[in-house]
């Protein structure tokens, strides 16, 4: 495999896994195509084009970013230490919102910017950052240091000093202090008419309004077959309790 990353993903087999792939148009435990749900005031062209950055991750969010293992490093490994690493940690329910990240659609934690004031809520939120926090303490020792290429990659969005030196410390400008959980649902609506972001958004709310809170109760490990290609589901590590 060309690369390797851990997410945050329901298990395939749940309503949550099928409802986020519908709508990325993607499974990415099967690697096949999947009907997208009808957008209201988006043609079909436009939403396969506005889901195609995400799609290619498949339905996840993000604890680990991707990368490549280091040469003395083997998968049995990074599976040894992934498994490990999910026993110390306790299953938890995770509400989830839909909300406009930046410059694209995500899922996030529901008591995101306050939008509840719930305490379990708030913990639960707590339990991600400091799993995600694990993956990428634990596992940073097995991955390849990143090439000049790759430096120039990531600085070229633009950092922080502070996603500078985590950079060059974890290899991904956004973990630790600067990580948010997200599920992407589109990739970049910078130059987006509003009409159709709005129609996004409302579709995506009404697409997941019907499901449960997310039980997170485990870990996935995803890879990239060969660089370009998109990331298939691999394993999945249930948490300990």
Known sequence: MHRFAIYLSPAPDTAWWKAGSSWLGRDAATGQVVSQPLIPGVSM????RLTEAPRRYGWHATLRAPFTLAEDADAVMLQGRLTALCR?????LLPLRVALLGDFLALVPADTAGETQDSDNA???RDSDALARSCVSHLHALAAPLSPAELARRRASGLTPEQDRLLQRWGYPYVMDQFRLHFSLT???RDVAPETIAALQDAA??????LPPLRVDAVSLFAEPTPGADFLYLDRMELGA
Do not use: C, I, P, V
């Open 187 to 189: 990739g970049s609506l």
């Open 88 to 92: 110390e940690r306790r299953s938890f």
């Open 123 to 125: 913990d639960n939120t």
């Open 205 to 210: 709310e009404q697409w997941f309004a019907a």
């Open 45 to 48: 062209s436009t939403q396969q």
